[in-house]
């Protein structure tokens, strides 16, 4: 089957387009033929061994020291059950399933096991939307719902509402019954549209001066800005970050034993239960994806550039083409990679749990 392999960290340039074995499925597992798989933040930082703060060491020694140390890539995907393993229950031939899984979404099969994060697609939503939800969505469930415990009526506001994690976070803030104010320097439409009911813009103006306080600031860009935002906060309220640094921890052990505002981070590992969650949420139309380019499983170097170099509006998500059908190739095409080297193929946060940006 083809895959794209990732045999040393670095640039979009060290993502080839090769052959594997068809994965071979246990009695607990099922095959999916993969259809579309989301190209996020937690892919690119893998690829590049881009690892933030004291998560580098760790980061290397779970995903490879020198070069990766599972080839194939990819986290999160959706498609199609085509074979179940004798022990398996809860899944049959022919469901449309999304998932999120350590590695391996960057292939035409993937083996699962039906105990890990993956569930039935949510009624009315294609491969490619349902691809996109995992990786944000999951992060914010746990973030704002069970994290800092957002209740109806509370004041949440999201910093880089615009990006992946942010679209999600502001439709689960408004879903719990918060007033939702996004912070993004762009596509406040596309942002007000997901829920936000007031838009900052970080260039033009300064929220943590405004005087206006939040019981929740969720913290979606890179970094630890507690000290900063800190005066935006109401005295009981909550500093979500993505960003587990030591200084994070600290601040953390800091405010729990002094109370007043809370500094907050964990991992946002992905379940069964997590994703059925997110795929009821999006039936009762409380949360959708946004799927700005599309690219086809030859082209995921392009994809990976998009998502580096030209901020899109929306996921950038791979897809690929169902037995005897053609791939739907977006905007450019298919390039076909020279056959040297395994097919070398030109440029370009399932969680990655504290990966994640």
């Given at each position: 089957?083809k895959?794209?392999i990732?045999?040393?960290?670095?640039?979009p340039?060290?993502?080839?387009?090769?052959?594997?074995?068809?994965?071979t499925?246990?009695?607990n597992?099922?095959l999916?033929?993969?259809l579309?798989?989301?190209v996020?933040?937690?892919?690119?930082?893998?690829?590049a061994?881009?690892?933030p703060?004291?998560?580098?060491?760790f980061g290397?020694l779970?995903?490879?020291?020198?070069r990766?140390?599972?080839s194939?890539g990819?986290t999160?995907f959706?498609?199609?059950v085509?074979e179940?393993?004798?022990?398996?229950?809860?899944?049959?031939?022919g469901d449309?399933?999304?998932g999120g899984v350590?590695?391996?979404a960057?292939?035409?099969?993937?083996?699962?096991?039906?105990k890990?994060?993956i569930?039935?697609m949510?009624?009315?939503?294609?491969?490619?939307?349902?691809?996109?939800?995992p990786?944000?969505?999951?992060?914010a469930?746990?973030?704002?719902?069970?994290?800092?415990?957002v209740?109806?009526?509370?004041?949440?506001?999201v910093?880089?509402a615009s990006?992946g994690v942010?679209?999600?976070a502001v439709q689960?803030?408004?879903?719990?019954?918060?007033?939702?104010t996004?912070?993004?320097?762009?596509?406040h439409?596309?942002?007000?549209s997901?829920?936000?009911?007031?838009?900052?813009?970080y260039?033009?103006?300064?929220?943590t001066?405004?005087?206006k306080?939040?019981?929740?600031?969720?913290?979606?860009t890179e970094?630890?800005h507690?000290?900063?935002?800190?005066?935006a906060?109401?005295?009981?309220?909550?500093?979500?970050?993505l960003y587990?640094t030591?200084?994070?921890?600290?601040?953390m052990?800091m405010?729990t034993m002094?109370?007043g505002p809370r500094?907050i981070?964990?991992?946002a590992?992905g379940n069964a239960d997590?994703?059925?969650?997110?795929?009821?949420?999006?039936?009762?139309?409380?949360?959708r994806s946004?799927?700005a380019?599309?690219?086809?499983?030859?082209?995921?170097?392009r994809a990976h550039?998009?998502?580096?170099?030209?901020?899109?509006?929306g996921s950038v998500?791979?897809?690929?083409?169902?037995?005897?059908?053609?791939?739907?190739?977006?905007?450019?095409?298919i390039?076909?990679a020279?056959?040297?080297?395994?097919?070398?193929v030109?440029?370009?946060?399932a969680?990655?749990?504290a990966l994640?940006?």
């Amino acid at each position: 089957m083809k895959a794209i392999i990732n045999s040393q960290y670095g640039s979009p340039e060290v993502l080839s387009l090769g052959e594997v074995p068809r994965p071979t499925i246990k009695p607990n597992q099922i095959l999916v033929q993969v259809l579309a798989a989301d190209v996020t933040e937690g892919d690119r930082r893998l690829r590049a061994a881009d690892f933030p703060g004291f998560t580098a060491v760790f980061g290397r020694l779970m995903f490879g020291m020198f070069r990766p140390r599972h080839s194939v890539g990819g986290t999160n995907f959706a498609g199609r059950v085509v074979e179940v393993g004798a022990e398996v229950t809860g899944f049959a031939v022919g469901d449309d399933v999304f998932g999120g899984v350590a590695h391996g979404a960057y292939a035409e099969y993937l083996a699962v096991s039906a105990k890990e994060a993956i569930a039935k697609m949510p009624a009315g939503t294609t491969h490619a939307e349902a691809a996109a939800l995992p990786y944000g969505a999951v992060t914010a469930l746990v973030f704002l719902r069970d994290m800092a415990k957002v209740q109806a009526g509370e004041r949440v506001l999201v910093v880089g509402a615009s990006g992946g994690v942010g679209r999600m976070a502001v439709q689960v803030a408004k879903h719990l019954g918060a007033q939702v104010t996004g912070v993004a320097s762009r596509d406040h439409d596309l942002v007000r549209s997901l829920g936000a009911s007031e838009i900052i813009d970080y260039t033009q103006e300064d929220f943590t001066k405004s005087g206006k306080r939040w019981d929740v600031i969720f913290d979606a860009t890179e970094g630890d800005h507690f000290r900063s935002f800190r005066a935006a906060l109401t005295s009981t309220g909550r500093y979500l970050t993505l960003y587990m640094t030591v200084r994070v921890l600290f601040e953390m052990a800091m405010t729990t034993m002094r109370g007043g505002p809370r500094a907050i981070a964990g991992v946002a590992m992905g379940n069964a239960d997590k994703l059925n969650d997110v795929r009821m949420l999006v039936e009762q139309g409380a949360l959708r994806s946004v799927v700005a380019e599309r690219f086809s499983l030859e082209q995921i170097g392009r994809a990976h550039a998009a998502l580096e170099q030209s901020r899109p509006r929306g996921s950038v998500v791979v897809e690929m083409s169902e037995a005897g059908a053609p791939a739907h190739h977006g905007r450019a095409g298919i390039e076909h990679a020279p056959q040297a080297r395994g097919a070398a193929v030109p440029n370009c946060s399932a969680s990655v749990g504290a990966l994640r940006p």
